[in-house]
């Protein structure tokens, strides 16, 4: 059975402020804290909500990362959905390295209800203090 893939738009977010703990007992670990968020598809057109987007990348000792982010966006129409992904880069993506990620959403807006029930994927990278996705629902 064949995977499809439905575009979701993209997500741009500009990074305010890092503090990195490079010397966790669990490895590296860096906490991203977001100044703006737009996502921009055909079905939903979403800005941040305050300050509430983080993430928090683990460094490991093979180079590569993992991310684990939680974001607070407002549709352009009103409504609040709440975004998290966890995913994997080769390596840190301000050395270049592409994030791929599973998004998944909630909202109790009915205009909305099937994020409620969307698995999606994304495929970002990062161009100076700016982190750019792609997103995509699985179908």
Not at 22 to 41: F, I, K
Not at 46 to 61: C, E, I, K, M, Y
Not at 71 to 100: C, E, S
Request: aromatic share 6%.
């Amino acid at each position: 059975m064949p995977i499809d893939l439905v575009p979701l738009g993209k997500l741009t977010v500009t990074i305010e402020a890092q503090t990195v703990l490079p010397g966790t007992p669990q490895g590296g670990r860096l906490v991203g804290e977001a100044a703006t968020c737009r996502w921009e598809g055909d079905r939903v057109r979403a800005s941040l909500v305050g300050h509430n987007a983080n993430d928090w990348v683990r460094f490991h000792s093979d180079g590569s990362v993992s991310v684990d982010a939680r974001l607070l966006l407002r549709t352009d129409d009103g409504a609040a959905i709440a975004m998290t992904y966890q995913g994997r880069a080769d390596r840190a993506p301000a050395d270049g390295g592409v994030i791929l990620t599973a998004p998944t959403f909630e909202t109790d807006d009915e205009r909305y209800a099937w994020l409620n029930r969307v698995q999606a994927v994304g495929k970002g990278h990062r161009i100076g203090d700016t982190l750019v996705y792609e997103l995509y629902e699985l179908r």
